[in-house]
C-alpha cells in the first residue's frame, strides 16, 4: 500500500467514527449532562454491564483462531485488563463498583437478568461476528476504541459534576479505559492498516467498523426506548424497583 | 407425563403468549387502526422483510440437525411455503407484492439494504439459537405461531379498511398464512408436548418461547423507535425518500 493510500484509508475509518460513534446518541448527552434520573442511569449499569461482560468472552473468541502465538501474546491482555488478576482487579469487578454506587445489588447486575432483549442481540452478535469473520474484520471491528478517549473524559468529567454516586471509586473503569484503549487500539489501528492491502479487504474492515458502531447504537437505542422516550420497557427487562442493594 | 401435567404445561405456553406476543405492543394498534403514515407501512414492509427472508434459512439450519427424515418430511414443506415451487409463488414474493403495493422497489426490498441493524441483529439470534440450541427448544421457539392467526385476521381486516393499498393481492400473505400457521403450529406444539418431559425440559421449552416472544418483539421495539416516537433513524438505516419504485 503507499503512503497515500494508506492514509485515506485511515481517514475513511475515522470518518465512520464522525458519523456514526454512539457519542452522537442523544443517551450520552443526557448522561454526561446530569439530565438522567438515577434509574436511568441504573439501567444504563445493567445493560452496559452485558456488553462489559462479553468482551473478554470476543477477545477470548478471536484468541481461539489466532495461530501466531505473537499476535495471541498482544491480544491477551485485553482479557486480562477485563478480568483481572486477582479479587478486586480487572474492568468488570471496576464496573460492579459503578453498580453498587447506584444503589444497584451487584449479584443482581452480574446476573443479566432484567437485560433488555435488544442489548443481548446486539452484543450476542458482535461476539459471534469475531468468532466467525475473518481475523481483519475481527480486528477492525475492534477500532471503535479510536473514538473512545473523548467519550471516556466527557463521561468522567460529566458524571463527577453532575451525580452524587461519582467519586474516584464509581469512575474507576472509565479512568482505567483512559490509558487501556489507546494502547489497544494503536496495536489493532497498524495491524489493520498492514493487513488491509485491497480495495474488497479496506471495504471489508470498513464494513466491520460500521458493523460495530451498529451493535453500540442498538444498545442506547433500546435503552433511551425503554427507559427515556417512550419509556416503554419490554415485557421482562429490568423495571426499575429491582435489584436494588 | 400424566395429562393433568400436559395441561398445565400447555396452559403455560399459552400463557406466555399472553404476557409477550407482540401483538401487545403499540406499532401493531397503530398499523391494524389506520394510524400508520405510508412511510411507517413502508419501514415496516422494509424491516419485517428481513425477517421473512430468514425464516427459511431458520429452517433449512433445523432440517440440518434433524437425524429423523419424517420429521424432516414434514418440517421441510415450511421452507416450500415461504420459498414457493416457482416464479410468482411462495411468502417471500408475496411478501414483495405488498412491498411493491406500498410503493417500494422490492428489489430495495430485497437488498435489505436500509434494514435496521437492531432488526437484524434480533432476527440473527433467533437463526443462530435454532442452528445451536437442542431440538427442542428449537421446535418450541416456533411457537409463537400458536397466537399469530388473531393478529393476522386483524391485520388482514384492520389493512382493508384502513388503507388504499391494501387488496387481495397486497395482502395476499396473510391470508395464506391463516391456513399455514395453524398447520405447521399443530404439530410444533404436539412434538414440544411429547418431549418435554421434566421440568428441566419443561422450562428449556418455555424459555425458547419466551426468546422468540423477545425477537419479535425487538423487532417492533427498534421500527416504532426509529419511525413513530421519537423517530430516530439510527445512521446508514432506510429514509422515507429511499428505494421507492
Given at each position: 500500500m503507499t503512503d497515500q493510500s494508506r492514509e485515506q484509508f485511515e481517514a475513511r475509518l475515522h470518518q465512520i467514527g464522525e458519523e456514526r460513534y454512539h457519542d452522537k446518541h442523544p443517551f450520552h448527552h443526557l448522561l454526561h449532562s446530569g439530565q438522567c434520573t438515577i434509574d436511568q442511569v441504573r439501567a444504563w449499569v445493567i445493560n452496559r454491564y452485558y456488553y462489559q461482560s462479553r468482551i473478554p468472552m470476543k477477545d477470548a473468541a478471536f484468541l481461539s483462531r489466532v495461530e501466531d502465538h505473537r499476535l495471541r501474546r498482544i491480544w491477551r491482555h485485553r482479557i486480562e485488563d477485563h478480568d483481572g488478576t486477582g479479587e478486586g482487579t480487572g474492568g468488570i469487578e471496576r464496573w460492579l463498583k459503578l453498580a453498587a454506587g447506584v444503589g444497584l445489588d451487584p449479584e443482581y447486575v452480574r446476573s443479566a437478568v432484567g437485560v433488555l432483549p435488544s442489548t443481548r442481540f446486539a452484543v450476542d452478535a458482535y461476539v459471534r461476528f469475531v468468532r466467525e469473520e475473518p481475523l481483519l474484520p475481527a480486528v477492525a471491528s475492534s477500532l471503535t476504541e479510536l473514538f473512545a478517549p473523548k467519550i471516556h473524559k466527557d463521561r468522567i468529567a460529566g458524571l463527577l459534576k453532575n451525580y452524587?454516586?461519582?467519586?474516584a471509586e464509581t469512575i474507576s473503569y472509565f479512568q482505567h479505559r483512559l490509558s487501556e484503549a489507546p494502547k489497544d487500539v494503536a496495536f489493532g489501528l497498524e495491524w489493520v492498516l498492514e493487513h488491509a492491502i485491497s480495495q474488497a479487504e479496506q471495504d471489508a474492515a470498513a464494513a466491520a467498523l460500521i458493523f460495530k458502531t451498529e451493535v453500540l447504537w442498538s444498545q442506547l437505542d433500546a435503552l433511551h426506548s425503554a427507559y427515556v422516550a417512550p419509556g416503554r420497557i419490554p415485557p421482562g427487562a429490568w423495571q426499575p424497583h429491582q435489584g436494588l442493594a
Amino acid at each position: 500500500m503507499t503512503d497515500q493510500s494508506r492514509e485515506q484509508f485511515e481517514a475513511r475509518l475515522h470518518q465512520i467514527g464522525e458519523e456514526r460513534y454512539h457519542d452522537k446518541h442523544p443517551f450520552h448527552h443526557l448522561l454526561h449532562s446530569g439530565q438522567c434520573t438515577i434509574d436511568q442511569v441504573r439501567a444504563w449499569v445493567i445493560n452496559r454491564y452485558y456488553y462489559q461482560s462479553r468482551i473478554p468472552m470476543k477477545d477470548a473468541a478471536f484468541l481461539s483462531r489466532v495461530e501466531d502465538h505473537r499476535l495471541r501474546r498482544i491480544w491477551r491482555h485485553r482479557i486480562e485488563d477485563h478480568d483481572g488478576t486477582g479479587e478486586g482487579t480487572g474492568g468488570i469487578e471496576r464496573w460492579l463498583k459503578l453498580a453498587a454506587g447506584v444503589g444497584l445489588d451487584p449479584e443482581y447486575v452480574r446476573s443479566a437478568v432484567g437485560v433488555l432483549p435488544s442489548t443481548r442481540f446486539a452484543v450476542d452478535a458482535y461476539v459471534r461476528f469475531v468468532r466467525e469473520e475473518p481475523l481483519l474484520p475481527a480486528v477492525a471491528s475492534s477500532l471503535t476504541e479510536l473514538f473512545a478517549p473523548k467519550i471516556h473524559k466527557d463521561r468522567i468529567a460529566g458524571l463527577l459534576k453532575n451525580y452524587d454516586f461519582a467519586n474516584a471509586e464509581t469512575i474507576s473503569y472509565f479512568q482505567h479505559r483512559l490509558s487501556e484503549a489507546p494502547k489497544d487500539v494503536a496495536f489493532g489501528l497498524e495491524w489493520v492498516l498492514e493487513h488491509a492491502i485491497s480495495q474488497a479487504e479496506q471495504d471489508a474492515a470498513a464494513a466491520a467498523l460500521i458493523f460495530k458502531t451498529e451493535v453500540l447504537w442498538s444498545q442506547l437505542d433500546a435503552l433511551h426506548s425503554a427507559y427515556v422516550a417512550p419509556g416503554r420497557i419490554p415485557p421482562g427487562a429490568w423495571q426499575p424497583h429491582q435489584g436494588l442493594a
